[in-house]
């Protein structure tokens, strides 16, 4: 049987995609050359924005289409809601599974993604991941260095460590750093997502003086309002953020700072919206990913009005990209 993944969302989702890949292979699965030849497809899902959503369901219906009528089996990061919607349309839905023990099929020969923890016990209003993948939950340090060991060996010369909230591993972020930076080879030591509350003084330290360990840090900011970030339920206020950021620059002068940055949240007013903008111009960013605001069934947030209306969103987003 020939199988064939689409992905869909974060770098998590594209690790456990890897990981599918190898659970189907050990099957004796073999990878289609394309779409239309494959007997399996299993479609890895992000429900996080209804935007990815509708594009499952439009990709959905044009395999549909094709003159080989493969099987299709859901994945990934799925809300209840969607359960239900996509359950007449696919052959089956599996939940996302713990797949940190097996062995990742790796698509660049360069570049690994090695997820250290999934969840998250943070709860941000807007956000579904608590719902989709449950709490925290990290893997056993000595694993995670045996797979990175195995990956420096096969000569992969970037390593990225993966979570929703990365840096709130629980068998200590910053130590687990340091230890992989002291393994030898010749590689780089990435890491994604960081929540500003778990950027902590010892982790900004040990980045500072880790040479594998890369200073480009990725640190969401979400709103540059109070206001905003408290209906958030983001944990720290804009005068928090810029004072981690003045420390993290001390320190680490090199360091590239990108963020992500919600438009249109529940009752942004345009002053609120000036705020972010102001923000972005003091911190200078080396990037910023910019979305605008969708609801999410099971939220917190689903429970406020969604009333800024598309335009506006889209205006306030364009302002923020046309800035980098």
Known sequence: MKYHIITYGCQMNESDSERIA?????????????IKQADLIVINVC?????AINRVYD??????????????????????????QFK??????KPISDNFKIKTNCQSTKQALVPIMTGCNNFCSYCAVPYTRGREKSRPTQEIIKEVKNLIKNNYKEITLLGQNVNSYQ???????????????????????SHPKDMSDELISIIASSKKVSKNIHLPVQSG?????????????????????KKIRQQIPKAKISTDIIVGFPDETEKQFQNTVKLVKEIRFSQSYVSA???RPGTVAHKFKDNIPSGIKKRRKKILLDMF
């Open 171 to 193: 068998n200590n972020f910053p130590k687990l750093l340091k230890t992989l930076n002291h393994l030898p080879g010749n590689f780089e030591i990435n890491f994604m997502t």
């Open 47 to 51: 429900s996080v924005r209804q935007s």
């Open 59 to 84: 990709k959905i219906k044009k395999i549909r289409l094709f003159s080989k009528k493969p099987k299709i089996i859901l994945t990934g990061c799925i809300l209840e809601k969607d359960k239900k």
């Open 293 to 295: 605001y969708s609801p």
């Open 88 to 93: 007449e349309k696919v052959d089956k839905i």
């Open 22 to 34: 190898t659970q189907l292979e050990k099957q004796k699965h073999q990878l289609a050359k394309n």
């Open 225 to 245: 309002d109070n206001k905003i970030l408290k209906k958030m339920n983001r944990g720290y206020t804009v005068q928090d953020y810029k004072k981690l950021i």
